[in-house]
């Protein structure tokens, strides 16, 4: 199928799905008469490659994780590697949360001193 046929099926545009093929995530398809023809596959790694973005892989990592046939043997060791990244994210974000909240609480919009901008 044509790469327009493909990008109506995914969603995926076909500027994506070009540099998907330069960068070596994805097969180069056959070409027929010079254009892109692919195979129903390409669903698949698609497919593969949204969940491993949902889950918040780099395009590099997904390179990584897609490399040889069995994509099982690389997820569960890199999924632990970005639960770390993500809970270390969050345990920054949290911080950064009660800091704001804290900092609403201050007096100093009721006449008290301020405790976090005075000098």
Do not use: H
């Given at each position: 199928?044509?790469?327009?046929?493909?990008?109506?099926?995914?969603?995926?545009?076909?500027?994506?799905?070009?540099?998907?093929?330069?960068?070596?995530?994805?097969?180069?398809?056959?070409?027929?008469?010079?254009?892109?023809?692919?195979?129903?596959?390409?669903?698949?790694?698609?497919?593969?490659?949204?969940?491993?973005?949902?889950?918040?892989?780099?395009?590099?990592?997904?390179?990584?994780?897609?490399?040889?046939?069995?994509?099982?043997?690389?997820?569960?060791?890199?999924?632990?590697?970005?639960?770390i990244?993500v809970?270390?994210?969050?345990?920054?974000?949290?911080?950064?949360?009660q800091?704001?909240?804290?900092?609403?609480?201050?007096?100093?919009?009721?006449?008290?001193?301020c405790?976090?901008?005075?000098?």
């Open positions: 199928m044509r790469i327009s046929e493909v990008v109506k099926q995914s969603g995926i545009p076909a500027s994506t799905l070009r540099y998907y093929e330069e960068i070596g995530l994805i097969p180069a398809p056959k070409r027929v008469n010079g254009q892109r023809d692919y195979d129903s596959t390409i669903f698949e790694v698609l497919d593969k490659i949204q969940l491993a973005q949902n889950a918040g892989f780099t395009l590099r990592e997904i390179c990584e994780l897609m490399q040889g046939d069995r994509i099982q043997d690389r997820w569960k060791p890199m999924a632990r590697q970005k639960l990244e809970q270390r994210t969050i345990q920054t974000f949290q911080a950064i949360e800091t704001l909240q804290d900092s609403l609480m201050c007096p100093c919009d009721e006449g008290g001193i405790v976090y901008f005075s000098a």
